[in-house]
């Protein structure tokens, strides 16, 4: 019905930049928000970064100033900007879209299976 599909993960060395993309395809009325969480090996899944339709964002406190979440509307895409990345920041990027459906009242959140990104020298 509706995927979601992350790319641009790696391998970068600390300090370096890496560019994330999601794109959601399928039956979509429209998206409200986009965003992204991460997840590192034995912590939880958190925030990282939100935009809405409207160009609203929302940042996690450890990645702002560094981090740039953006949207593309028309084709159902976001975007991760990631700079002078940390060790910290490894981990995997998981999108998700929150999607309404034409004559359903609501949004629902669809997830994307996600992309690793390691931060190694």
């Known amino acids: 019905q509706v995927q979601v599909v992350e790319s641009g993960g790696g391998l970068v060395q600390p300090g370096g930049s890496l560019r994330l993309s999601c794109a959601a395809s399928g039956s979509i009325f429209s998206i409200n928000a986009m965003g992204w969480y991460r997840q590192a090996p034995g912590k939880q899944r958190e925030l990282v970064a939100t935009?809405?339709?409207?160009?609203?964002?929302n940042y996690a406190d450890s990645v702002k100033g560094r981090f740039i979440i953006s949207r593309d509307n028309d084709k159902n895409t976001t975007y991760l900007q990631m700079n002078s990345l940390k060790p910290e920041d490894a981990a995997v990027y998981f999108c998700?879209?929150?999607?309404?459906?034409?004559?359903?009242?609501?949004?629902?959140?669809?997830w994307g299976q996600g992309t690793q990104v390691t931060v190694s020298s």
């Open positions: 998700h879209a929150d999607v309404a459906f034409s004559g359903r009242y609501g949004t629902y959140r669809y």
């Open positions: 935009a809405t339709s409207g160009g609203s964002t």
